[in-house]
């Protein structure tokens, strides 16, 4: 059974950082892209990034609300994705999800909640 | 970026009703369009795909169907379990978009 858990989520002040970290099993990791999606009451579901397999160069792409701030990244040996988040913002509160996802988003952890606030 | 939208945000439907969802993207994804079902307090679940492809072990009172611009997700005969909220999902370009969720509640 594929399997994502997400770990690291925390209460922060507004321009410290965080990274967040997804252990995977279950699935040949170097086989697949990984996204991160956040969810919160103000904004709803939002993609935040996704990295490509190693395969295709590990290349990243990001929403424009975190790009510059934010950085995802992979650990293929260890199984791992990171998600570094810098400059937190009060609007970065929410769960966050990593994904299994090639366009549709097929696999979803249980998520972590970021918390951002004086 | 791509906008989407769907309607109706709330809808109050009996078991055994025919359900339809539309989600309207601002411009053209052609068929990159998935739908989702979220339950409280769980992740969302991935419904369909490739805007009418059922994922595997989705019932098949789901469908989903349109293209361009305009998609629908159908519940043929809701059941119980699904009472939820629902979203649509565009990824024809970056970065992807989701719509802002319609609730299904009992009637």
């Known amino acids: 059974e594929m399997q994502l858990a997400e770990s690291g989520g925390a209460l922060v002040q507004p321009g410290r950082s965080l990274r967040l970290s997804c252990t995977t099993s279950g699935f040949t990791f170097e086989d697949y892209g990984l996204s991160w999606v956040r969810q919160s009451p103000v904004r709803g579901l939002e993609w935040v990034g996704l990295i490509r397999r190693t395969n295709l160069g590990g290349t990243t792409e990001y929403a424009a609300s975190v790009k510059g701030r934010f950085t995802i990244s992979r650990d293929d040996s260890r199984k791992i994705a990171y998600l570094q988040m810098n400059s937190l913002k009060i609007e970065d509160t929410a769960l966050y999800y990593c994904?299994?996802?090639?366009?549709?988003?097929?696999?979803w952890g249980q998520g972590t909640l970021v918390t951002v606030s004086s | 970026d791509i906008q989407m939208t769907q309607s109706p945000s709330t809808l109050s439907a009996s078991v055994g009703d025919r359900v339809t969802i539309t989600c309207r993207a601002s411009q053209s994804i052609y068929s990159w369009l998935a739908w989702y079902q979220q339950k409280p307090g769980k992740a969302p679940k991935l419904l369909i795909y490739?805007?009418?492809t059922l994922e595997s072990g989705v019932p098949s009172r789901f469908t989903g169907s349109g293209s361009g611009t305009e998609f629908t997700l159908t519940i043929s005969s809701l059941q119980p379990d699904d009472f939820a909220t629902y979203y649509c999902q565009q990824y024809s370009a970056y970065p992807w978009t989701f719509g802002q969720g319609t609730k299904v509640e009992i009637k």
């Open positions: 490739r805007a009418s």
């Open positions: 994904t299994l996802s090639s366009g549709s988003i097929e696999n």
